[in-house]
């Protein structure tokens, strides 16, 4: 009989690969799995491999079993595919993007069109901030396995120059930053990476940069997308992306979005609770904030209850190396 890590499993692509519980651990943690349920899931998941076994099936075991005790965990870990579930257009990706910029203290602008010195681009995301101003495009695939080729950020490039040209002549952008951003929810291919970089484009892929990747801002920002709900279904999903409800903090506390997407009040109650557990960070951070303001003011100085100021956080790129 053949060991576990002997046996080859089928990517979305199509290539075997040895099975990795170290990966699959991995995975489970980064979703917030204790130990206990990380160890009950990787022996079940082992007890049931067989040669040829696709990641999907193991994804859709190792998420039913966090699923019976933690939904919210469940969430977490469904997070690339409900990312992958955005669509079909790329518009709630793009809206998507713009907010998790604007948390990091961004102003962002979605869809705007802009006179480039030969031809006006749409462009899917601008992003300024302080003396940095860029041009973000999203590449969105609906679909496991497919990889963002060289093509694309050649055709940026090329679109980023163009509208750039224009932008250098507005008043006070002489002095600017100027930035061609591409964002993509899967990976870039290694000859779109070296010409990326050698270009000078920003390429923010799944999980490139290895740290400071989108799933990580993601995480660490508590910005997670109504997509990985598990306590709504597909049709209640697609009323709120149809009405540009992206985001699981914005129906933390308002219930009249899931009023008109057709939810129970039983309903209700149990996905506002998951939608704040997943944001719990983010809830916290905002307090935090809030709080920050307040002891800034005059009256907020005179207050007893703040002991300590919290340095308030620096928006920062994500990282282009490790």
Same mark, same amino acid.
């Given at each position: 009989?053949?060991?576990?890590?002997?046996i080859? /499993?089928?990517?979305?692509?199509?290539?075997?690969?040895?099975?990795s519980?170290?990966?699959?651990?991995?995975?489970?943690?980064?979703?917030?799995?204790?130990?206990?349920q990380? !160890?009950?899931?990787?022996?079940?998941?082992?007890?049931?491999?067989y040669?040829? /076994?696709?990641?999907?099936?193991?994804?859709?075991?190792?998420?039913n079993?966090?699923?019976?005790?933690?939904r919210?965990?469940?969430?977490?870990?469904?997070?690339?595919?409900?990312i992958m !579930?955005?669509?079909?257009?790329g518009?709630?990706?793009?809206?998507?993007i713009?907010?998790?910029?604007?948390?990091?203290?961004?102003?962002?602008?979605?869809?705007?069109?802009?006179?480039?010195?030969?031809?006006?681009?749409?462009?899917?995301? /601008?992003?300024?901030?302080?003396?940095?101003?860029?041009?973000? !495009?999203?590449? *969105?695939?609906?679909q496991?396995g497919?990889?963002?080729d060289?093509?694309?950020?050649?055709?940026?490039?090329?679109?980023?120059?163009?509208?750039?040209?224009?932008?250098?002549?507005?008043?006070?952008?002489?002095?600017?930053?100027h930035?061609?951003?591409?964002?993509?929810?899967?990976?870039?291919?290694?000859?779109?990476?070296q010409?990326?970089?050698?270009?000078?484009?920003?390429?923010?892929?799944?999980?490139?940069?290895?740290?400071?990747?989108?799933?990580?801002l993601i995480?660490t920002?508590?910005l997670?997308?109504?997509?990985?709900l598990?306590?709504?279904?597909?049709? @209640?999903?697609?009323?709120?992306?149809?009405?540009?409800?992206v985001?699981?903090?914005?129906?933390?506390?308002?219930e009249? *979005?899931l009023?008109?997407?057709?939810?129970?009040?039983?309903?209700?109650?149990?996905?506002?609770? @998951?939608?704040?557990?997943?944001?719990q960070?983010? /809830?916290?951070?905002?307090?935090?904030?809030?709080?920050?303001?307040?002891?800034?003011?005059?009256?907020?100085?005179?207050?007893?209850?703040?002991?300590?100021?919290?340095?308030?956080?620096?928006?920062?790129?994500?990282?282009?190396?490790?």
């Open positions: 009989m053949k060991k576990k890590s002997e080859l /499993i089928t990517k979305a692509s199509g290539e075997a690969i040895p099975f519980a170290d990966k699959l651990k991995h995975s489970l943690e980064r979703a917030g799995a204790d130990d206990m990380v !160890e009950r899931i990787v022996e079940e998941i082992s007890s049931r491999l040669e040829g /076994i696709s990641t999907k099936k193991i994804y859709r075991i190792a998420f079993l966090l699923k019976e005790n933690s919210h965990l469940a969430a977490k870990y469904n997070l690339k595919r409900a !579930e955005l669509g079909p257009s518009y709630p990706f793009e809206k998507y713009g907010e998790i910029l604007r948390c990091q203290g961004y102003q962002i602008t979605v869809g705007e069109v802009v006179q480039g010195q030969c031809v006006n681009h749409e462009i899917d995301v /601008i992003a300024q901030i302080d003396h940095q101003h860029f041009m973000i !495009e999203c590449k *969105y695939h609906n496991p497919t990889f963002c060289v093509k694309i950020p050649l055709y940026i490039q090329a679109r980023f120059k163009d509208v750039e040209s224009q932008w250098v002549k507005l008043p006070g952008h002489g002095t600017k930053f930035q061609g951003w591409v964002v993509t929810n899967t990976r870039f291919s290694s000859d779109a990476l010409y990326g970089n050698c270009a000078g484009l920003k390429l923010l892929g799944w999980d490139y940069p290895v740290k400071g990747g989108l799933k990580d995480d920002l508590g997670y997308p109504v997509t990985c598990t306590t709504l279904g597909k049709t @209640e999903k697609q009323h709120l992306l149809d009405k540009k409800i985001l699981c903090k914005e129906i933390c506390d308002n009249q *979005y009023v008109q997407a057709g939810v129970t009040p039983a309903g209700i109650k149990n996905v506002q609770e @998951e939608c704040r557990q997943l944001c960070h983010l /809830i916290e951070n905002t307090k935090q904030q809030e709080t920050n303001k307040l002891s800034r003011s005059p009256e907020g100085q005179n207050c007893k209850s703040v002991e300590k100021q919290m340095q308030p956080q620096t928006p920062r790129l994500p990282n282009e190396t490790a």
